[in-house]
Protein backbone atom coordinates (compact mmCIF):
# COMPACT_ATOMS: atom_id res chain seq x y z
CA UNK A 1 0.00 0.00 0.00
CA UNK A 2 1.45 2.96 -0.61
CA UNK A 3 1.99 6.23 1.68
CA UNK A 4 0.76 9.57 1.38
CA UNK A 5 1.19 12.76 3.47
CA UNK A 6 -0.49 12.23 6.89
CA UNK A 7 -2.59 15.59 6.31
CA UNK A 8 -3.16 14.25 2.40
CA UNK A 9 -3.96 11.04 3.87
CA UNK A 10 -6.55 12.69 6.72
CA UNK A 11 -8.46 14.49 3.66
CA UNK A 12 -9.05 11.20 1.65
CA UNK A 13 -10.77 9.59 4.88
CA UNK A 14 -13.45 12.30 5.11
CA UNK A 15 -14.26 11.17 1.89
CA UNK A 16 -16.91 8.43 1.25
CA UNK A 17 -15.70 4.93 0.26
CA UNK A 18 -16.39 5.75 -3.66
CA UNK A 19 -14.54 8.79 -3.82
CA UNK A 20 -11.45 7.31 -1.70
CA UNK A 21 -11.11 4.35 -4.25
CA UNK A 22 -11.07 6.75 -7.18
CA UNK A 23 -8.44 9.47 -5.18
CA UNK A 24 -6.26 6.13 -3.82
CA UNK A 25 -6.34 4.64 -7.33
CA UNK A 26 -5.00 8.08 -8.74
CA UNK A 27 -2.56 8.81 -6.24
CA UNK A 28 -1.09 5.04 -7.05
CA UNK A 29 -1.08 5.80 -10.63
CA UNK A 30 0.85 9.40 -10.07
CA UNK A 31 3.32 7.66 -7.93
CA UNK A 32 4.16 4.91 -10.60
CA UNK A 33 4.76 7.25 -12.99
CA UNK A 34 6.07 9.90 -11.90
CA UNK A 35 7.22 9.43 -8.08
CA UNK A 36 9.99 7.43 -6.74
CA UNK A 37 8.44 4.61 -4.47
CA UNK A 38 8.71 5.47 -0.65
CA UNK A 39 11.41 2.92 -0.40
CA UNK A 40 13.21 4.83 -2.93
CA UNK A 41 12.85 8.02 -1.78
CA UNK A 42 15.58 8.83 0.64
CA UNK A 43 15.26 10.12 3.96
CA UNK A 44 16.04 13.77 4.12
CA UNK A 45 17.59 15.56 7.50
CA UNK A 46 16.89 19.09 8.21
CA UNK A 47 19.69 21.32 6.68
CA UNK A 48 21.79 22.92 9.80
CA UNK A 49 22.87 26.74 9.79
CA UNK A 50 26.31 26.13 8.24
CA UNK A 51 25.24 23.81 6.24
CA UNK A 52 23.49 24.18 2.30
CA UNK A 53 22.31 22.30 -0.62
CA UNK A 54 25.16 21.30 -2.97
CA UNK A 55 24.77 20.29 -6.55
CA UNK A 56 24.68 16.50 -5.53
CA UNK A 57 21.82 17.17 -3.62
CA UNK A 58 19.86 18.47 -6.81
CA UNK A 59 18.08 15.58 -7.29
CA UNK A 60 16.89 15.27 -3.35
CA UNK A 61 13.41 15.87 -2.05
CA UNK A 62 14.08 19.94 -0.56
CA UNK A 63 12.55 19.73 2.94
CA UNK A 64 11.15 22.27 4.91
CA UNK A 65 12.44 21.89 8.65
CA UNK A 66 9.40 24.03 9.66
CA UNK A 67 7.02 21.85 8.78
CA UNK A 68 8.22 18.74 8.23
CA UNK A 69 7.15 18.28 4.12
CA UNK A 70 8.40 17.85 0.66
CA UNK A 71 8.33 20.57 -1.58
CA UNK A 72 8.83 18.70 -4.44
CA UNK A 73 6.15 17.27 -4.31
CA UNK A 74 4.12 20.14 -4.42
CA UNK A 75 6.01 20.96 -7.83
CA UNK A 76 4.84 17.93 -9.55
CA UNK A 77 1.62 18.12 -8.16
CA UNK A 78 1.32 21.75 -9.59
CA UNK A 79 3.31 20.36 -12.70
CA UNK A 80 0.39 17.86 -13.60
CA UNK A 81 -2.15 20.06 -12.52
CA UNK A 82 -0.86 22.56 -15.20
CA UNK A 83 -0.43 19.79 -18.12
CA UNK A 84 -4.01 18.49 -17.00
CA UNK A 85 -5.63 22.48 -17.28
CA UNK A 86 -3.73 22.72 -20.69
CA UNK A 87 -5.48 19.92 -22.34
CA UNK A 88 -9.05 20.39 -20.55
CA UNK A 89 -9.53 18.13 -18.52
CA UNK A 90 -10.42 20.18 -15.14
CA UNK A 91 -11.34 17.57 -13.11
CA UNK A 92 -7.73 15.97 -12.67
CA UNK A 93 -6.25 19.45 -12.93
CA UNK A 94 -8.36 20.04 -9.77
CA UNK A 95 -7.06 16.61 -8.31
CA UNK A 96 -3.67 17.65 -8.50
CA UNK A 97 -3.67 21.25 -7.71
CA UNK A 98 -5.70 19.77 -4.20
CA UNK A 99 -2.25 17.60 -3.86
CA UNK A 100 -0.45 20.24 -4.13
CA UNK A 101 -1.52 22.62 -1.79
CA UNK A 102 -1.51 19.80 0.96
CA UNK A 103 2.00 18.76 0.54
CA UNK A 104 2.95 22.17 1.33
CA UNK A 105 1.80 25.50 2.62
CA UNK A 106 0.01 27.12 -0.85
CA UNK A 107 1.06 30.35 -2.30
CA UNK A 108 -1.23 32.88 -3.28
CA UNK A 109 -0.52 32.24 -6.96
CA UNK A 110 -1.34 28.26 -6.43
CA UNK A 111 -4.25 29.25 -4.80
CA UNK A 112 -5.36 31.47 -7.42
CA UNK A 113 -4.53 28.75 -10.04
CA UNK A 114 -6.80 26.17 -8.45
CA UNK A 115 -9.56 28.97 -7.89
CA UNK A 116 -9.64 29.29 -11.36
CA UNK A 117 -9.84 25.81 -12.29
CA UNK A 118 -12.77 25.99 -9.83
CA UNK A 119 -14.15 28.98 -11.56
CA UNK A 120 -13.86 26.40 -14.76
CA UNK A 121 -15.77 23.89 -12.71
CA UNK A 122 -18.57 26.38 -12.02
CA UNK A 123 -17.87 26.40 -8.53
CA UNK A 124 -17.93 29.78 -8.22
CA UNK A 125 -18.36 30.03 -4.26
CA UNK A 126 -15.54 27.96 -3.94
CA UNK A 127 -13.20 29.87 -6.43
CA UNK A 128 -14.08 33.19 -3.96
CA UNK A 129 -13.04 31.27 -0.98
CA UNK A 130 -9.75 30.34 -2.99
CA UNK A 131 -9.52 33.98 -3.72
CA UNK A 132 -9.76 35.02 -0.58
CA UNK A 133 -7.10 33.14 0.88
CA UNK A 134 -4.89 34.16 -1.64
CA UNK A 135 -5.64 38.01 -1.03
CA UNK A 136 -4.65 37.71 2.17
CA UNK A 137 -1.50 36.28 1.52
CA UNK A 138 -1.21 38.85 -1.01
CA UNK A 139 -3.16 41.52 -1.65
CA UNK A 140 -2.06 42.75 -4.89
CA UNK A 141 -2.51 39.34 -6.71
CA UNK A 142 -3.94 40.41 -10.25
CA UNK A 143 -4.60 37.19 -10.92
CA UNK A 144 -6.48 36.40 -7.54
CA UNK A 145 -8.68 39.67 -7.67
CA UNK A 146 -9.73 38.67 -11.44
CA UNK A 147 -11.10 35.60 -11.02
CA UNK A 148 -12.97 36.35 -7.60
CA UNK A 149 -14.36 39.49 -9.48
CA UNK A 150 -15.21 36.91 -12.16
CA UNK A 151 -16.62 34.57 -9.88
CA UNK A 152 -18.68 37.11 -8.16
CA UNK A 153 -20.39 38.54 -11.30
CA UNK A 154 -21.97 34.79 -11.83
CA UNK A 155 -23.24 34.86 -8.60
CA UNK A 156 -25.00 37.82 -9.26
CA UNK A 157 -22.51 40.46 -6.66
CA UNK A 158 -21.70 42.89 -9.36
CA UNK A 159 -21.05 45.51 -7.27
CA UNK A 160 -18.21 43.11 -5.29
CA UNK A 161 -16.99 42.00 -8.65
CA UNK A 162 -16.68 45.37 -10.20
CA UNK A 163 -14.42 46.46 -7.53
CA UNK A 164 -12.31 43.48 -7.77
CA UNK A 165 -12.35 43.68 -11.50
CA UNK A 166 -11.09 47.23 -11.32
CA UNK A 167 -8.67 47.00 -9.13
CA UNK A 168 -7.26 43.76 -11.25
CA UNK A 169 -7.12 46.15 -14.19
CA UNK A 170 -4.97 48.75 -12.39
CA UNK A 171 -2.17 45.85 -11.62
CA UNK A 172 -1.97 43.73 -14.87
CA UNK A 173 -4.53 44.82 -17.31
CA UNK A 174 -6.65 41.80 -19.34
CA UNK A 175 -8.91 42.00 -22.29
CA UNK A 176 -11.64 39.28 -20.80
CA UNK A 177 -11.76 41.15 -17.26
CA UNK A 178 -11.79 44.50 -19.48
CA UNK A 179 -15.23 43.18 -21.01
CA UNK A 180 -16.64 41.71 -17.38
CA UNK A 181 -16.41 45.03 -16.23
CA UNK A 182 -18.16 46.71 -18.58
CA UNK A 183 -20.91 44.15 -18.02
CA UNK A 184 -20.87 44.33 -14.31
CA UNK A 185 -20.43 48.51 -14.89
CA UNK A 186 -23.69 48.16 -17.33
CA UNK A 187 -25.33 45.97 -14.39
CA UNK A 188 -24.57 48.37 -11.84
CA UNK A 189 -26.29 51.54 -14.18
CA UNK A 190 -29.59 49.18 -14.07
CA UNK A 191 -29.97 47.94 -10.42
CA UNK A 192 -29.23 51.94 -9.86
CA UNK A 193 -32.01 53.15 -11.93
CA UNK A 194 -34.20 50.57 -10.59
CA UNK A 195 -33.41 51.29 -7.03
CA UNK A 196 -33.91 55.40 -7.46
CA UNK A 197 -37.58 54.40 -9.52
CA UNK A 198 -38.81 52.53 -6.38
CA UNK A 199 -36.98 55.20 -3.71
CA UNK A 200 -39.04 57.83 -6.07
CA UNK A 201 -42.24 55.99 -5.87
CA UNK A 202 -42.04 55.17 -2.42
CA UNK A 203 -42.05 58.98 -1.31
CA UNK A 204 -44.92 59.28 -3.63
CA UNK A 205 -47.00 57.03 -1.78
CA UNK A 206 -45.92 58.67 1.55
CA UNK A 207 -46.55 61.42 0.16
CA UNK A 208 -50.05 60.72 -0.85
CA UNK A 209 -50.64 58.93 2.21
CA UNK A 210 -49.65 62.21 4.32
CA UNK A 211 -52.11 64.21 2.45
CA UNK A 212 -54.53 62.03 2.80
CA UNK A 213 -54.23 61.88 6.55
CA UNK A 214 -53.73 65.72 6.60
CA UNK A 215 -57.36 66.36 5.05
CA UNK A 216 -59.03 63.30 6.97
CA UNK A 217 -57.96 65.30 10.30
CA UNK A 218 -58.73 68.78 8.64
CA UNK A 219 -62.72 66.89 8.11
CA UNK A 220 -62.76 66.13 11.65
CA UNK A 221 -61.47 69.25 13.41
CA UNK A 222 -64.32 70.96 11.23
CA UNK A 223 -66.99 68.24 12.22
CA UNK A 224 -65.64 68.42 16.22
CA UNK A 225 -65.76 72.75 16.35
CA UNK A 226 -69.19 72.40 14.66
CA UNK A 227 -70.29 69.84 17.38
CA UNK A 228 -69.10 72.28 20.14
CA UNK A 229 -70.17 75.39 18.72
CA UNK A 230 -73.65 73.58 18.40
CA UNK A 231 -73.67 72.46 22.25
CA UNK A 232 -72.18 75.84 23.39
CA UNK A 233 -75.80 77.33 21.56
CA UNK A 234 -77.92 74.99 23.53
CA UNK A 235 -75.97 75.75 26.87
CA UNK A 236 -76.27 79.10 26.48
CA UNK A 237 -79.77 79.55 25.61
CA UNK A 238 -81.23 77.34 28.54
CA UNK A 239 -83.67 75.09 28.59
CA UNK A 240 -86.59 75.26 25.89
CA UNK A 241 -84.57 78.31 23.84
CA UNK A 242 -82.21 77.44 20.63
CA UNK A 243 -83.33 74.66 18.67
CA UNK A 244 -84.94 72.63 21.02
CA UNK A 245 -87.01 75.36 22.05
CA UNK A 246 -89.19 74.91 18.47
CA UNK A 247 -92.26 73.85 18.01
CA UNK A 248 -91.74 69.74 18.38
CA UNK A 249 -87.98 70.17 19.95
CA UNK A 250 -85.22 69.24 17.78
CA UNK A 251 -87.81 67.56 15.97
CA UNK A 252 -88.71 70.74 14.68
CA UNK A 253 -85.43 71.21 12.72
CA UNK A 254 -86.37 68.72 10.51
CA UNK A 255 -87.96 70.82 8.13
CA UNK A 256 -85.34 73.23 8.02
CA UNK A 257 -82.55 70.47 8.23
CA UNK A 258 -84.26 69.04 4.91
CA UNK A 259 -82.88 71.85 2.92
CA UNK A 260 -79.56 71.10 1.20
CA UNK A 261 -78.32 74.88 1.74
CA UNK A 262 -79.18 75.40 4.87
CA UNK A 263 -77.89 71.57 6.02
CA UNK A 264 -74.81 72.29 4.40
CA UNK A 265 -74.56 75.93 5.67
CA UNK A 266 -74.93 74.96 9.03
CA UNK A 267 -71.51 72.73 9.29
CA UNK A 268 -69.96 75.75 8.90
CA UNK A 269 -68.57 77.30 12.22
CA UNK A 270 -69.34 80.74 11.47
CA UNK A 271 -72.83 80.29 10.52
CA UNK A 272 -73.06 78.22 14.38
CA UNK A 273 -71.49 81.14 16.19
CA UNK A 274 -73.77 83.26 14.89
CA UNK A 275 -77.23 81.32 15.42
CA UNK A 276 -75.64 80.97 18.99
CA UNK A 277 -75.40 84.62 19.37
CA UNK A 278 -78.59 85.10 18.39
CA UNK A 279 -80.48 82.92 20.20
CA UNK A 280 -78.22 83.38 23.78
CA UNK A 281 -81.33 85.05 25.44
CA UNK A 282 -82.06 88.84 25.57
CA UNK A 283 -82.71 91.44 22.86
CA UNK A 284 -79.72 90.97 20.41
CA UNK A 285 -78.42 94.22 19.28
CA UNK A 286 -79.70 95.39 16.16
CA UNK A 287 -76.38 96.42 14.43
CA UNK A 288 -74.87 92.86 15.49
CA UNK A 289 -77.69 91.23 13.58
CA UNK A 290 -77.02 93.49 10.63
CA UNK A 291 -73.82 92.89 10.58
CA UNK A 292 -74.24 88.89 10.55
CA UNK A 293 -76.49 89.54 7.86
CA UNK A 294 -74.24 90.97 5.61
CA UNK A 295 -71.81 87.96 6.44
CA UNK A 296 -71.34 86.38 2.80
CA UNK A 297 -71.33 83.18 4.52
CA UNK A 298 -73.78 83.56 7.29
CA UNK A 299 -76.60 85.43 6.00
CA UNK A 300 -77.89 83.92 3.41
CA UNK A 301 -78.31 80.89 5.87
CA UNK A 302 -79.89 82.93 8.26
CA UNK A 303 -82.41 84.15 5.63
CA UNK A 304 -83.49 80.83 4.47
CA UNK A 305 -83.58 79.56 8.00
CA UNK A 306 -86.34 83.11 8.54
CA UNK A 307 -87.91 82.49 5.71
CA UNK A 308 -88.85 79.01 7.00
CA UNK A 309 -90.93 80.73 9.63
CA UNK A 310 -92.69 82.97 7.19
CA UNK A 311 -90.64 85.56 7.67
CA UNK A 312 -91.79 86.27 11.52
CA UNK A 313 -88.45 85.26 13.09
CA UNK A 314 -86.88 82.01 14.48
CA UNK A 315 -88.61 80.59 18.13
CA UNK A 316 -85.56 81.49 21.03
CA UNK A 317 -84.05 84.72 19.32
CA UNK A 318 -84.41 86.40 22.32
CA UNK A 319 -86.53 88.95 20.16
CA UNK A 320 -90.28 89.14 19.80
CA UNK A 321 -91.10 87.87 16.29
CA UNK A 322 -87.24 87.26 15.56
CA UNK A 323 -85.28 89.68 12.85
CA UNK A 324 -88.42 90.88 11.11
CA UNK A 325 -90.77 90.63 13.85
CA UNK A 326 -90.38 94.03 15.47
CA UNK A 327 -92.95 96.31 15.02
CA UNK A 328 -91.98 99.39 12.34
CA UNK A 329 -89.10 96.93 11.27
CA UNK A 330 -85.49 96.75 12.56
CA UNK A 331 -85.96 99.75 14.49
CA UNK A 332 -88.90 98.62 16.56
CA UNK A 333 -90.64 101.85 16.30
CA UNK A 334 -93.38 103.70 14.74
CA UNK A 335 -92.58 104.55 11.65
CA UNK A 336 -94.91 107.64 11.01
CA UNK A 337 -98.35 108.76 12.68
CA UNK A 338 -100.95 106.93 13.77
CA UNK A 339 -104.16 108.01 15.08
CA UNK A 340 -104.71 104.43 16.36
CA UNK A 341 -102.54 103.75 18.78
CA UNK A 342 -102.90 105.88 22.54
CA UNK A 343 -99.86 108.37 22.18
CA UNK A 344 -101.46 112.01 21.80
CA UNK A 345 -100.17 113.69 19.38
CA UNK A 346 -98.64 117.02 20.20
CA UNK A 347 -101.51 119.15 19.03
CA UNK A 348 -103.75 117.19 21.22
CA UNK A 349 -102.43 118.58 24.54
CA UNK A 350 -103.88 121.65 26.47
CA UNK A 351 -102.54 125.48 26.06
CA UNK A 352 -101.01 125.43 29.74
CA UNK A 353 -100.31 129.05 29.14
Known sequence: MLSTPQNVADAIDKLGAADQEIIKTYIAELHGIYIESPSAEPEA???????????????LPRYDPSNGQYFDKATTYKIL?????????????????????????????????????????????????????ALTNNPDSAKALRIRGRALKELGEYERSRKDLAASQQIDYDDG?????KFVAD???????DQVKIKLEEEERKKKRLEEIRKA????????????????ASASAGPGAGFGGMP?????????????EIAAGLKNPK??????????????DPSKIMQLMSDPEVGP???????????????????????GGMPGGMGGFPSGDDDDDDIPDLDDLPDLE
Open 271 to 284: VMAAMAQMMGGGAP
Open 45 to 59: EPLQEDQSPSSADDD
Open 177 to 181: AAEDL
Open 301 to 323: VLSKIMAKFGGGGMPGMGMPGGM
Open 248 to 260: GGMGGMADILSDP
Open 187 to 193: KMKEIEA
Open 81 to 133: AAEFKASGDYPTALLNYNSAITSAPPSALLLANRADILFRLNRYQDAVTDCDE
Open 217 to 232: QEEAKKEQEAEEVEAR
